[in-house]
């Protein structure tokens, strides 16, 4: 594989705590489609090349094979790595939940996930309590480190708790300087859970041009792209960009030597105007 940066050194990436003892990567690297052997190469380029340990993949993703075999060829132990999968919302239940974990594992070639996260509540499905109850006996079995969710509301995070007496140890939801969740944030660390950031960057989709960010990337010399990942960093959720990219990899990896004024956060922070795309967990499913 090419390696366009045997000059430069793998950030070191940071680690947070988790409600169960484990320690979570505090950046790691998005994997929405990202496929075929150009997606193998690309995650094995942010692993090895690109200091990534936290990998995130889904079953609808259709790519858990090409993590699989990116994990295969990497130089970097798999005891190194943060796997991350999700199930859909098809596969709500508790057996199935099982079913569908085993599989991901079959195609992920692991015998184990570090994090595996119920994708969707899908909340006229009804069936979030019972896959969590199976991600809880999926944790007792050891075939995934750490439990957790995504796209859950506060009403429901309560919920899981008061039904089985476990916590998620993250909830991945869309976050960004349009959609900052604040209130999110706050209850999270209430109550003992990891924030993760989804399309952290916006898709790329305007936000760098914005001022705060753009004076901020001039004022620290860095990019754009790094200011906005700094300030998920800041306010303290995990940001997954997705790049496949090996130069964008290396960048937005690099966000842990220089720091945020309380003064840009709260700047970048004001830019908040709402979620990207209709995508709001009490109305939005996906199976
Ligand atoms: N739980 C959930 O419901 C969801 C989870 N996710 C997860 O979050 C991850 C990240 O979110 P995603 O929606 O992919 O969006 P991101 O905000 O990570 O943006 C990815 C896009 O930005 C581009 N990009 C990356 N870095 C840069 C840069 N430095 N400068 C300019 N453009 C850049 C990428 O292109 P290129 O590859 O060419 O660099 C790609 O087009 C997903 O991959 C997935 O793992 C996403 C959505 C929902
Ligand atoms: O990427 C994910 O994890 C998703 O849930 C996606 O379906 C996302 O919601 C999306 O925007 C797909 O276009």
């Given at each position: 594989m090419a390696n366009s940066f045997d000059d430069t050194t793998?950030?070191?990436m940071p680690t947070l705590d988790l409600n169960d003892g484990r320690a979570?990567?505090?950046?790691?690297?998005?994997?929405?489609?990202?496929?075929?052997?150009?997606?193998?190469d690309a995650i094995v380029n942010a692993v090895d090349n690109a200091g990534y340990r936290l990998l995130d993949t889904a079953v609808n993703y259709e790519n858990e094979r090409e993590v699989g075999e990116a994990i295969a060829n990497t130089v970097t132990?798999?005891?190194d790595l943060?796997?991350?999968?999700?199930?859909?919302?098809?596969?709500?239940?508790?057996?199935?939940?099982?079913?569908?974990?085993e599989e991901s594992l079959a195609r992920l070639g692991l015998d184990?996930?570090?994090?595996?996260?119920?994708?969707?509540?899908?909340?006229?499905?009804?069936?979030y309590v019972d896959t969590w109850r199976g991600l809880i006996e999926l944790r007792e079995r050891g075939l995934v480190k750490s439990i957790g969710v995504s796209n859950f509301t506060e009403d429901m995070l309560t919920e899981l708790f008061d039904?089985?007496?476990?916590t998620p140890a993250v909830n991945q939801v869309e976050?960004?300087?349009?959609?900052?969740?604040?209130?999110?944030?706050?209850?999270?660390?209430s109550i003992g859970v990891q924030t993760e950031s989804w399309s952290p960057l916006y898709r790329d989709q305007g936000l760098f041009d914005e001022t705060p960010i753009a004076e901020a990337a001039a004022a620290h010399d860095v990019t754009p792209a790094q200011v906005v990942l700094r300030w998920h960093i800041e306010v303290g959720s995990i940001p997954i960009p997705k790049s496949a990219n090996p130069e964008r990899q290396r960048l937005n990896a690099a966000v842990f030597d220089f720091a945020l004024t309380p003064a840009e956060v709260a700047?970048?922070?004001?830019?908040?105007r709402g979620r990207m795309k209709d995508r709001d967990p009490l109305t939005h499913e996906e199976m």
């Open positions: 793998p950030a070191i979570i990567p505090q950046l790691g690297l998005g994997i929405y489609a990202m496929k075929g052997e150009e997606g193998v132990p798999r005891e943060f796997v991350t999968s999700k199930i859909p919302g098809r596969h709500h239940g508790f057996d199935e939940a099982i079913a569908s974990t184990y996930l570090d994090l595996h996260l119920i994708h969707w509540p899908n909340p006229s499905v009804g069936k039904e089985t007496g476990v976050l960004h300087p349009y959609f900052p969740q604040a209130d999110l944030i706050a209850f999270h660390r700047a970048i922070s004001g830019l908040e």
